[in-house]
């Protein structure tokens, strides 16, 4: 059962010592190494019948946000790995307006090993009162090691709906809750308009298939003397983006296999989904080369905002285009949701995956204004993410609200992109999605996927060598870890 198999990672979390487990992702953009699903079916059999549930209830939004006294006093240290000018300057200000009397105090951080451990640090310093963990894989080991406050009582007491709120209960420890789901991050195709309107090709989709996808790619490509000059598209620039088709279609962890606990790196999807973008990136030559993205080391969103590709998918592209002055275009950029295998499928790549979280750190100082501000900040101010590319998961967050919060106005917005497809794919928080169950060696797992999968995108294995090879090594790390 489901939350049998995250009670074994989590303890096995707790053996494994505080400083020693801060070392999970790099940074904000390798999110998916904290992210995977649960299928829908599967979530109204496990969570059921283990008591919680992860389907979105009719529950009180709003009522339990603010306490009551507004007036309140108190001062609050804040660490989020995002800096002022990534919205949370226009976050805090906000906040102040509701509760003028409580002084919060930003600290950046970095999101990797070097910037996670100085966190945990201060807060055995006593210097945190409300964290913003990024990472299922921190936030586990600060749950574990006690760096967060339980705050179930709190939560039951108000009558705060997870479920409703945030889509999911999934997120305690033992069955206690230390932080709410705040942010998330969504996977989309972002669309250069010209070059999608010159190649005739229609209405932006709202649904389409892999081979839809694929088929526009080719007919935004564009050649000159026998070069590629405009790629049609590019998958994202992670290196293992190709195992995500398997949380769309499934519904579940892309890297694990529910029914052994081994790796899924020999799943047709997975195995699929490599060679696809292959034939796109090395036969049809109509993706961006994902060897190009790691021998240059650049990222998605230079060459789609310099006009190198046409079409491109990504969850943070919103943070470059609203940057016109680094990351000026000349085009309005379009959006579609992340393409399923087959048409008529549930698609648990849609919504905005969790990915972020926020509670009151051991050792706050002011335990009362640190509760008002985490409230406020899970729920109103998780808008803000979107500033920083990331995205609110609370269910209450105004769609019209965002275009204005992120471009200025509508107006304004109108410049750079499309605003219907902005509010369709990006803004409904809606949509189905996943939540983590396995982590089980999950370091090794990610290396040994990565490492196989670049022989591959260097043309030194096949596809399906290269993911045979990436099983071998997972299965052995992850029978080595139990």
Known sequence: MKKKIMSVLLSTAMVASMLAGCGSTTNEETSDATVAATKAAAQESTVAEEGGSETTGDGDLTSWILEDDTNMSGKVNFWIPFKGNAGMDDMIADFNKTYPNIEVTLNSYSNNSDGNMSVNTAIMSGEVDVLASFGLTQTWNRWSNNLFEDITDRVEKEGIDLVANWGTDAYKYEDHI?????????YFVSINMTDWNEAGLGELPTEWTWDEYLDACAKMTKVE??????????????IDSFTFPRQQVEGIDRYYDDSTGLSAFNDPIIVNSLKRELKAEKEDKIWYPKSVYRSDSIQVQTPFTQGETASAISPTMIRFIRDTENFPTDFITGFAPYPVEEK????????????????????????????AFTKWYATYGSKYLT?????????????????????????????????????????????????ESHMTAYSDVTSAVQENAMYAFNDTMTAEDAMKAATEAADEAIQNDK
């Open 178 to 186: 230390y932080t709410l789901p705040c942010g998330g991050l969504k």
């Open 225 to 238: 003397d026998g070069k590629t000059v405009v790629y049609g598209g590019s998958d994202f620039h992670q």
């Open 387 to 435: 500033l920083a590319g990331h995205m609110s998961t609370w269910k209450g967050t105004e769609i019209s609200d965002l275009v204005s919060l992120v471009f200025g106005s509508e107006e304004e917005a109108a410049k750079i992109i499309d605003i219907n497809s902005f509010k369709s794919v990006i803004g409904d928080t809606s949509k189905p999605t996943f939540v």
């Open 344 to 371: 008529g499928q549930e698609n648990y790549m849609a919504g905005a995956n969790i990915f972020s979280h926020v509670g009151i750190a051991t050792g706050c100082q002011n335990e009362e204004a640190a509760w």
